[in-house]
């Protein structure tokens, strides 16, 4: 198991903790596996959620530490999202 994944479903989950978020969200970070994102928190897993945002480790990691924008990231390509943009603008908007 991923030690960037499992620092990631630690990160989100306590960032999201305040949300009751509805949506069912998929980070796919590149060479480490994926987080998904539900309103039961966050968890390692693979399964299929309403949008799916891919990036490589590093800009997820600059995202969770509030480094890097995740409108700025998705603008210049660095974050592509396939699936439903709502629960990713409101998922991004939790993020900063």
Partial sequence: ?????DQAVKALNKKLDHIGFDGVAKFLITD???VIIDGTGARISDADADVTLSA????FQAIMEGDQN???A?????LSIDGDMGIALKLAG???
Avoid at 74 to 78: L, N, S, Y
């Fill in 32 to 34: 480490e596996g994926s």
């Fill in 94 to 96: 939790n993020l900063r």
């Fill in 74 to 78: 998705f603008i210049t390509g660095a």
């Fill in 56 to 59: 490589s480790a590093e800009v």
């Fill in 70 to 72: 995740p409108s700025t």
């Fill in 1 to 5: 198991m991923s030690n960037l994944l």
